[in-house]
């Protein structure tokens, strides 16, 4: 089974403090997701990487940086949080799975951020 | 642009009755994978079923989907609904390597 993990699994950040959240995925999948999930808004797709050195900006960016050093880790980096941003993020990777055809993805726990 | 359209934001229904959710695409691309995503309370959003063929029906765990390109639809099917199918459902499509969610469905299912 994949296997995604993200931490923290929740947090509680101040208004224009940094906030980075962690994933690391055992998968060995290039393609990596971070997306945050609002109610009325289903998941929204933040940043992405296809491999190692690479992010790619989703459908809503703004005020969020991504990082992903390795294969394994992927991480997503609130320079200045702000309460807009209180939401669920999740991560996901990648991959064809048990199921073949199209990239089948791997969500974590998720991370519960709240910024007050 | 691409898009995924599910049009219940909530559906609730009794328990025993036949389930199905409405999912449809928007997309140039010819060869569209869809996706149905299941996520349970305090859980995160895992795969149900995909389809990339036109016309035949896919299944898992009881639940049925059949990919309509002339409708651009892959609705959700179940024939009969249980307590534990209570959840959100996400339909998605993958197109041109990007994959887009739809806003998903509530289904609650009461005894």
């Known amino acids: 089974e994949a296997a995604v993990t993200q931490s923290p699994r929740n947090k509680v950040a101040v208004t224009g403090g940094k906030v980075t959240l962690s994933c690391n995925q055992t998968n060995n999948h290039n393609n990596m997701y971070w997306y945050r999930q609002d109610t009325g808004h289903g998941l929204r797709l933040i940043h992405y990487?296809?491999?190692?050195?690479?992010?790619e900006k989703g459908d809503i960016p703004d005020g969020y940086k991504a990082s992903r050093p390795s294969q394994e880790n992927f991480s997503l980096i609130l320079e200045l949080a702000t309460p807009s941003q209180t939401s669920v993020y999740f991560c996901?990777?990648?991959?064809?799975?048990?199921?073949?055809?199209?990239?089948?993805?791997?969500f974590g726990s998720g991370t519960r951020l709240t910024v007050l | 642009g691409d898009s995924v359209t599910q049009t219940e934001g909530l559906v609730t229904l009794t328990e025993g009755l036949p389930v199905m959710l409405n999912c449809t695409y928007q997309?140039?691309?010819?060869?569209?994978?869809l996706f149905w995503y299941v996520q349970h309370l305090n859980e995160s959003p895992r795969l149900l079923l995909k389809?990339?063929?036109?016309?035949k029906r896919t299944e898992h765990q009881g639940f049925h989907a059949t990919l309509h390109k002339s409708s651009s639809s892959f609705h959700l099917q179940k024939s009969s609904a249980q307590l534990s199918d209570s959840a959100l459902y996400y339909c998605?499509?993958?197109?041109?390597?990007?994959?887009?969610f739809g806003d998903g469905t509530q289904l609650v299912v009461k005894p």
């Open positions: 389809s990339f063929t036109d016309n």
């Open positions: 996901a990777s990648g991959g064809l799975g048990d199921w073949g055809g199209a990239e089948t993805l791997y």
């Open positions: 997309t140039i691309y010819s060869n569209p994978f």
């Open positions: 998605a499509l993958r197109s041109n390597n990007r994959i887009f």
């Open positions: 990487s296809y491999g190692a050195g690479s992010t």
